[in-house]
Structures are given as C-alpha cells and as structure tokens.
C-alpha cells in the first residue's frame, strides 16, 4: 500500500506492507515517525476530531476536540456526540465536554475560553 506520511512537511512516500504472518514492514520514511505512522495507518488508523458544541443561551458555539486521535471507525459516533452535546458557561481551554466520548477513551475538551 502507498501512502504519503503527514507528520512532518517532508510528506515521505511511504510503502507500507503487511505478510501473511502479520509482519509489517515500511518503506520510504526518512524518521522514526515515519515508520510508526505507517504501522499505525495500515493496522489501526487514528485522526485528531475536531469540531463544534451548543453553549446554551448563546448563538457562538465552542470549539472543542479530541484530546488525542481517536479510532477512524469512531470518527461518526464522536461527531454525533457533539451535536448532541450543549454545555453551560462558563468553560476554559482544556475543560474535559464529554468524558470518554463515543466510548473511545479519549475525553472531547474546549479549545477556547468563553
């Protein structure tokens, strides 16, 4: 499998290949990181969700995000739960929205102050 790795500007081409005894084995990185986003694309691929929640009595909404990436099959559950959610003021950057969202783990937090 070719993919272009996106953690650094360099955009590494990587090939990324998995044996029938589970072995992978990744190519065209020129850093560690690029090895590791690789192994991690193929077998369990994450994204950082990010996005915006109801703040009740007010029409700006707050920016919130995963704390960490969450699993790609999980990206739907986690921005289901935004749309529900609505919060109270007031919030500061980091205050945990919903724990444990979409049952990932990963709590979803406010990027900003309001």
Same mark, same amino acid.
């Given at each position: 499998?070719?993919?272009?790795?996106?953690? $650094? +500007?360099? @955009?590494?081409?990587?090939?990324?290949?998995?044996?029938?005894?589970? /072995?992978?084995? =990744? !190519? *065209?990185?020129? $850093? +560690?990181? @690029?090895?590791?986003?690789?192994?991690?694309?193929?077998?369990?691929? /994450?994204?950082? =969700? !990010? *996005?915006?929640?109801?703040?009740? @009595?007010?029409?700006?909404?707050?920016?919130?995000?995963?704390?960490?990436?969450?699993?790609?099959?999980?990206?739907?559950?986690?921005?289901?739960?935004?749309?529900?959610?609505?919060?109270?003021?007031?919030?500061?950057?980091?205050?945990?929205?919903?724990?444990?969202?979409?049952?990932?783990?990963?709590?979803?937090?406010?990027?900003?102050?309001?």
């Amino acid at each position: 499998m070719k993919m272009i790795c996106i953690n $650094c +500007p360099k @955009g590494c081409e990587l090939d990324v290949e998995q044996a029938a005894d589970g /072995t992978v084995t =990744v !190519t *065209g990185h020129t $850093c +560690p990181r @690029g090895e590791a986003y690789g192994r991690s694309e193929l077998v369990n691929p /994450t994204r950082m =969700v !990010t *996005g915006l929640v109801r703040v009740a @009595g007010m029409r700006k909404p707050l920016p919130v995000k995963t704390r960490t990436a969450v699993p790609k099959g999980k990206i739907d559950a986690v921005l289901f739960a935004m749309h529900q959610a609505t919060v109270q003021l007031p919030i500061r950057i980091g205050d945990v929205i919903i724990p444990n969202v979409a049952e990932t783990g990963v709590d979803l937090v406010a990027t900003a102050n309001m």
